[in-house]
């Protein structure tokens, strides 16, 4: 018998596969595999998603506006230019479906989000990296990869997985190298994390310039993952047109009022920034005591090379044994490395030993 057909390219993606989240015949789970936050959500968030059971046959507000509304208010722009989603994941497809197509070439950096190939190749366009220098984004190299086919260039910045970012002033001169028809996509997901003086998430560029969107996500220093909330930024026009192809009800009751009340508690996202950055900092001294290499990371993660210790993926699993779950980097052409999130100080301390134990 015959059977429907995909459309040609479908087939050719590999689908995403997140960090692992479970280890047989272990009494407890260090979850670092998925760059979750630390400390998980607010309290205050937690108790406006749990207000809601009462609510769950009511459909969602569709425009997401006291979200909206509130993101508008933070960043003093119009809230006609802001477009919530189903986490940023949902944005970055829906801006390829938007302004990608058959034919058509869909620019990132050589070690950038797997996601961004994915949604390329979903709306039939060809994924096109530019290589990397000292595992970060090379401007030159970037705007050399762009030819009259390209349509979009997904910049990570900071980049997941290596942790490193593209200044300011780079940024800047990246987008001033770019045609005009060329969608810049600065994906800042890990932006609340950074203290660098010269990072920009990339709004005053929004603003500035018609041809640049910025994703943000309340996913990783906010902990709401699992209710998958993302939003941009965007000029009106790009805005209007991501309304036009989102779903009417693409972001549930329960994520708009745990967002909402997240975005409040500003002293709680400021405690879980500074553990970040003094854990991180911890960590990184006592990975370095132990010979490994580790990349400078500005995010809630490290990117550690274990060549010196053999296989990574070796040591990937030694560590799973016990029940510690970090994230294998093979899929991103850094075989030699794990990604390792930077959870609570206690689970931190897990690690260390551990990796002590499997040097010995």
């Known amino acids: ?71 508008a208010r933070r960043l003093a722009v119009d809230p006609g230019q802001i477009v919530c989603g189903a986490g940023s994941d949902e944005l970055l497809a829906l801006i390829a479906r938007s302004y990608a197509g058959p034919g ?42 762009v030819t009259p086919r390209t349509r979009i260039l997904f910049l990570a910045n900071p980049n997941n997985p290596t942790g490193s970012y593209l200044p300011a002033a780079e940024l800047r001169r990246l987008h001033a190298g770019l045609p005009g028809h060329v969608l810049l996509v600065i994906d800042a997901a890990y932006a609340e994390f950074v203290t660098a003086e010269d990072y920009t998430a990339g709004a005053d560029l929004v603003q500035a310039a018609g041809n640049v969107v910025m994703t943000r996500t309340f996913s990783k220093i906010y902990a709401l993952a699992a209710l998958r909330l993302g ?8 805005a209007d047109v991501l309304h036009r192809v989102r779903g009417p009800f693409n972001v549930s009751t329960a994520a ?15 405690s879980a920034r500074r553990h970040n950055q003094e854990c991180r900092e911890w960590f990184v001294g006592r990975l370095q005591d132990l010979g490994l290499s580790v990349f400078p990371s500005v995010g809630n993660f490290v990117l550690v090379d274990f060549s010196p210790w053999g296989e990574a993926e070796a040591t990937r699993l030694a560590l799973k044994a016990q029940g510690i779950l970090v994230r294998q980097m093979g899929v991103y052409r850094l075989p030699h490395c794990l990604r390792i999130t930077i959870g609570r100080r206690d689970e931190m301390e897990d690690v260390v030993a551990a990796l002590a134990g499997i040097r010995r």
């Open 256 to 270: 708009q009022a745990a967002g909402l009340a997240a975005l409040a508690d500003e002293a709680f996202m400021e």
């Open 104 to 145: 058509d070439e869909v620019l990132y950096s050589a070690h950038g989000f797997l996601m961004y190939p994915i949604a390329a190749r979903a709306v039939g366009a060809t994924p096109v990296t530019a290589p990397e220098t000292n595992l970060t984004a090379d401007v030159d190299a970037l705007l050399a990869a």
């Open 1 to 71: 018998m015959s059977a429907p057909l995909p459309r040609p390219g479908i087939l050719d993606i590999a689908p995403y596969v997140g960090g692992e989240a479970q280890a047989e015949g272990v009494s407890r789970l260090i979850r670092l595999a998925s760059n979750e936050g630390a400390l998980g959500p607010s309290p205050r968030a937690a108790a406006a998603y749990g207000a809601l059971a009462d609510q769950l046959h009511r459909y969602p507000d569709g425009g997401s506006t006291a979200l909206t509304a509130a993101l």
């Open 231 to 238: 939003w941009c930024l965007a000029p009106p026009a790009v």
